[in-house]
């Protein structure tokens, strides 16, 4: 089975440009979850869906940022206009259920750098 | 709210045993889950305890006492390939982690 597949790998673009990241979840998972990694903050969560509709979008940091699944098999990370300070590495993951014996599969993670 | 605290560095040499502690506050718990992650690498799933005890996968262990609000991974016969950090993690009430800052272990010959 395939994993959970984002692109870009890495994202290097200059300050007030758009940038999106994409994630395939695992077929299947009815959990998708972005996170963003960080030296300074750890793994935090931003936003997850469940079913496709956005659950708990209080991880987001400012409007700046916003998340849409369309349907089941993608979702999409916007932020409009970067800043340096979105620099980090961001993860999407998917599980099967919420239940704590279901693990969260992540993707290789998209790292990102705004110039 | 909740938050959890690991320490945030370890050292230990190859084949030795290394515990690695996770003290956790939640408004509600609902189980406490290992992520290891290499450098580089995105986080991949351990083990999980839901209940008080010791649950064993090869080489790697993990212990939760709910009572103490506490719990750790155990890994023994350290090899190199173990050098990564590890993230203990407890389940909100809708299904999302919140992970700890995590542990870096280096495993030395």
């Known amino acids: 089975d395939a994993g959970v597949i984002q692109s870009p790998r890495h994202e290097v673009t200059e300050m007030g440009q758009e940038v999106t990241l994409r994630c395939k979840p695992i077929?299947?998972?009815?959990?998708l979850f972005w996170y963003r990694q960080t030296m300074m903050r750890g793994l935090e969560l931003l936003i997850y869906?469940?079913?496709?509709?956005?659950?708990?979008d209080s991880g987001m940091p400012e409007d700046r940022f916003s998340a849409k699944m369309p349907n089941a098999s993608f979702s999409t990370l916007k932020i409009q206009p970067s800043e340096p300070r979105d620099s980090a590495v961001y993860f999407c993951a998917s599980s099967f259920g919420r239940g704590i014996n279901q693990p969260q599969h992540f993707g290789d993670g998209t790292r990102l750098s705004i110039l | 709210g909740q938050s959890l605290e690991q320490p945030s560095e370890v050292t230990a040499v190859e084949g030795a045993i290394v515990q690695i502690n996770c003290t956790y506050q939640?408004?509600?718990?609902?189980?406490l889950s290992w992520y290891q992650q290499h450098d580089g690498g995105a986080p991949t799933f351990l083990s999980y305890n839901a209940l008080d005890g010791l649950e064993e996968t090869g080489r790697f262990s993990s212990f939760l006492s709910r009572s103490d609000s506490y719990g750790y991974l155990l890994l023994q016969e350290l090899q190199m390939k173990d050098s990564a950090s590890y993230f203990c993690a407890v389940r909100g009430s809708q299904g999302n982690l919140i992970f700890g800052k995590g542990t870096k272990l280096s495993v030395k010959p």
């Open positions: 869906f469940n079913n496709n509709v956005p659950i708990d």
């Open positions: 077929s299947g998972h009815d959990y």
């Open positions: 939640t408004s509600g718990f609902y189980g």
